[in-house]
């Protein structure tokens, strides 16, 4: 197969239906990308239509410009850990522990000798809301904020001004390394730095770090790395792959930069795979419930789109999908929804307008990935002979 490059960019959240379990994850009626549209009234997204966004959402036939369909996700969980891994090749048959009651006492305990000082916090929260409830505490006191949620995540928040940066990091590190091990070891610890007051806004700044477990098994990033390729991670990716499979990483301050340096990056000439994560959908719009803004991120992206395909080679094949949902409109919670995703093929040596059905793994697209560039397979079912145009 005559194909150098796979572009691979991930919609962070944007799901595309409840899935067939979703009823045993509180996620029945849950459907990020229906829902945004619809409470958006008048929002088009033309160019996704063209991809068939129309055909994999609500079944409608059309002249299509790609080959499209939805995927299942089979790993435990509704996390962007679980998601990107099954993506690149891991099924996970265990979910990441989760703390709906905050930490072990054991756990905080051994943390707080290590980093020298009380925590503040230690329950499940959302971010914006624990830094204004425990500010004044935090900046008097100097105690970080330990909080998480329904996502397997410690989440660790400071003032910069209060903790510096570099402090803030340290504290991350000792987390991941020394504290979330063994059975509590959580999918991400997470740096929350944050800037301003209450009175005049606080601000949670770019600066935000995840320190991921590492890849709890051989992902394609690792066997295309081995194979003497690129494999460049753009946004999120570093963070979630734990650096692992890597050969280049780039990180973001939002979408449209992320977007831009996605463009760029196509517009230089290598082999092997680009990976890009296009956080602000689940971080800032769908887990804040904000549908508009939700809305206008998708249209930034359906009008990068054409960008996107027209600096693409012929040698080239584009994925677009994403890890799961967060339905900005959904009323059971505020977290991320257990859904199928979007799963959209395009390139010159792409089959046109083919219908890819509900695969059964996200990881039949890294399949497909793998068979492409003659690599070793590791999980799901390719579909590269359904689609490559010889």
């Not at 693409?312 to 677009?320: A, P």
Request: aromatic fraction near 8%; include cysteine; hydrophobic fraction near 35%.
């Amino acid at each position: 197969m005559n194909i150098k490059r796979a572009i691979v960019v991930v919609l962070d959240s944007v799901g595309a239906g409840e899935a067939d379990d979703a009823i045993e994850y509180g996620d029945w009626g849950a459907n990020t990308l229906l829902h945004v549209l619809q409470y958006n009234k008048g929002l088009r997204l033309p160019n996704m239509e063209k991809l068939g966004l129309k055909g994999l959402l609500l079944g409608k036939k059309g002249d299509y410009i790609s080959a499209y369909g939805r995927m299942k996700e089979q790993s435990k969980g509704k996390d962007s850990i679980s998601g990107h891994g099954e993506m690149m090749g891991i099924i996970l048959n265990k979910a990441f522990p989760t703390y709906p009651n905050g930490f072990p006492k054991e756990m905080i305990e051994k943390f707080e000798k290590l980093i020298g000082r009380k925590v503040l916090g230690n329950k499940p929260a959302s971010g914006t809301a624990i830094i204004k409830e425990l500010y004044d505490e935090h900046v008097k006191t100097g105690y970080p904020i330990v909080y998480t949620s329904a996502d397997s995540v410690f989440q660790i928040a400071a003032h910069k001004s209060v903790i510096p940066l570099e402090e803030l990091y340290k504290m991350c590190e000792i987390a991941r390394k020394e504290v979330c091990v063994g059975e509590n070891a959580v999918a991400r610890v997470i740096a929350r730095p944050f800037i301003g007051d209450p009175e005049h806004g606080l601000v949670r700044t770019s600066e935000r770090r995840d320190y991921a477990l590492k890849p709890q098994g051989k992902t394609v990033l690792d066997t295309m790395k081995a194979s003497g390729r690129e494999v460049v991670g753009v946004g999120k990716i570093h963070d979630l792959f734990a650096g692992v499979g890597l050969t280049k990483s780039i990180h973001t301050s939002n979408n449209i930069d992320g977007i831009i340096k996605t463009i760029d990056l196509i517009r230089e000439d290598f082999e092997g795979l680009l990976f890009t994560n296009l956080v602000e959908f689940d971080s800032h719009w769908g887990h804040r419930r904000n549908y508009v803004a939700y809305g206008n991120g998708l249209k930034d992206f359906d009008e990068a789109l054409p960008d996107i395909l027209n600096s693409m080679k012929d040698t080239d094949i584009l994925f677009i999908t994403a890890d799961h949902g967060c339905d900005p409109t959904f009323k059971a919670h505020t977290d991320h929804t257990r859904e199928f995703v979007p799963i959209i093929v395009y390139g010159k040596k792409v089959r046109r307008n083919y219908y890819l059905g509900l695969r059964n793994s996200f990881s039949d697209m890294g399949d497909t990935i793998s068979e492409i560039f003659g690599l070793e397979h590791i999980n799901g079912e390719s579909f590269a002979k359904e689609i490559i145009l010889e």
